[in-house]
């Protein structure tokens, strides 16, 4: 026989055999088990309860007393709350995510305001002295007995351009508020 035949030859030999070690092995079952549950409703209240519209009142506004886009001095605040419960069953320290939407003021070049009923006039929505703009929103973490509670804040702002002017007439504006979580 020759010398490259018998190389070869042990070379397919020698490979048979790791092919045939490699075929002898253990075999380990894996489960994965688990409990689908469905999420529990959550209710979201304000002042009126739970999944009501929430109404935030500005009463009567001095026209010429409402902040323009860079003051601070926050004429109009009003404060309220939103609660979100959800009881125990969501789990704990679960993240959450707040969704503001609405229409933003064509006045504001940052899109931070809301637009209200008539020009000129925008509402600011403010978590924690923390400005959340229409179309945004911001995370959240429930707490680990199923509620959170969400201290919010409103302000008036108008556009301070030249040739803007309001007028004394009621006014309105709309968002949605809506909580995402798993």
Do not use: W
């Not at 489960?31 to 739970?50: A, E, K, Q, R, Y």
């Not at 010429?64 to 959800?86: A, H, N, P, V, W």
């Amino acid at each position: 026989m020759k010398r490259g035949t018998l190389i070869t030859v042990f070379r397919h030999g020698l490979l048979a055999l790791c092919g045939a070690v490699s075929l002898v092995s253990q075999a380990v079952e894996v489960n994965f088990t688990g409990n689908l549950i469905n999420n529990p409703p959550c209710d979201v209240s304000g002042p009126d309860g739970p999944n009501q519209p929430i109404k935030v009142t500005f009463n009567e506004l001095g026209i010429t007393k409402i902040d323009g886009l860079g003051d601070k001095t926050e004429y109009g605040r009003q404060d309220f709350t939103l609660t979100l419960s959800c009881g125990a069953g969501l789990g704990n320290a679960v993240a959450l995510y707040l969704e503001y939407r609405g229409m933003s003021a064509p006045f504001d070049p940052s899109n931070k305001t809301l637009q209200a009923s008539q020009a000129g006039l925008g509402i600011r929505l403010y978590h924690q002295g923390v400005l959340i703009a229409p179309n945004s929103g911001t995370p959240m973490t429930m707490s680990d007995n199923g509620v959170l509670t969400l201290p919010l804040y409103a302000v008036p702002v108008k556009d301070t351009r030249p040739g803007v002017t309001l007028y004394e007439d009621e006014f309105t504006a709309t968002a949605s508020v809506e909580m995402n979580y798993p």
